[in-house]
């Protein structure tokens, strides 16, 4: 951070991006950022190279929690090859809150006083409440919750009041929801994200598929009911609303906050970056996906999510009638943790996914296009099929580029 920049968490260079593009920055936690939150990508593929990256350059970076011991090779060698039992649930669940404390520090290094540093913890992980804790206790600038209303979150970071918690929801009811509880526990969100379930990718914020095309997760339609309830309450200026979900340029973002909202979200542009913690195999596949590669489906967690449709995928799909049909309560997990609070699979739940997804997005973050989950948000990237750097991609989204700029 440079005191003397006339935004002092954004570098110069960014800086001069944001006075051209036109946009507003994005006020947060008492710092004018960049309008671009990257979005949290698990299992490991915003970790802190990429998260540090898109900080360094002033925007928001974030981290995912979920099982970043498989970026540190000490941790793998001291629990990847345990037997399912108490032991190795302690000390697995340790291990990830060991790779977390790593991740957090090794992210402020990269970015240097700049921007914003966040984890994402999905409500629905077991090691939820750990996961929370131990990013506060190492001094993230901001936890994000989504996959499942976080009501005790202000409570898990009573002692934490300069933390921004923000919880990610998809429509006004949740926001009302989620404020008025809030509100009871004399803590208000310091921003919410917005994200539309049919086109973000990974976990998605509707009850079931049938819902992803429901109008009221609109952004014309949420983003103005939301504004309207928060002003009503007396507390418009003090949430701002972040839009999340098939954001790709200039205009997308422009044409969002022309609707109310203070800045928007990415993911899959920034998972294709070279700072991505992905391995190059992951950032091809994303790349390369068409829509009419892109699948919606009902994941382990009992929502329906989006994700390319690789050779694994397919299969599943194929056979998921007949794996529905032998769905019992008695135990099929094959892991050594409790990876979900609620899964599927181990707690033999019908109309919910029959898969091992942590064996899958393992495998996707290793590259292996026959095995891996690869999620995608939907949308047209940035850069085509090429890969770029996080610094080309903001830079692209802030200057109303709209040729296709050469390798």
Known sequence: MNPALPFPHIPLSSTAWLARSGLRPLMLAGRSLLPIVQGGMGIGVSAHRLAGSVAALGGVGTLSSVDLRRHHADLMEATGHLEAGDAAKTAINAANLEALRREIRAARELAQGFGLLAVNVM???GEYAASVTTALQEGIDAVVVGAGLPLDLPDLAQDHPQTALIPILS????VQLIVKKWERKKRLPDAIV?????????HLGAAKIADLNDPRFDFENVIPQSREFLRSAGIEQE???IAAGGIRTHADI????SLG?????LGTP?????????????KRVLAEATPEDLVEFTSVAGLPARAVATPWLKAYLKIEHKLQAVVHHKTRCTKSFDCLAQCGLRDGLPGWGQ???????AAALRGDVKKGLFFSGSGALPFGAQIRSARELVERLLTRQETLAPA
């Open 123 to 125: 409500r629905a992980v």
């Open 261 to 265: 909202a203070a800045g928007v979200q």
């Open 355 to 361: 898969f091992c997804i942590d064996n899958q997005l």
């Open 254 to 257: 422009a044409r969002l906050q």
């Open 270 to 282: 920034f998972a294709v970056t070279l700072e991505s913690d992905a391995h190059p195999e992951f």
């Open 194 to 202: 917005i994200e539309h379930p049919r086109l973000a990718g990974g």
């Open 239 to 241: 949430i701002p609303l």
């Open 171 to 174: 429509d006004a009811r949740g």
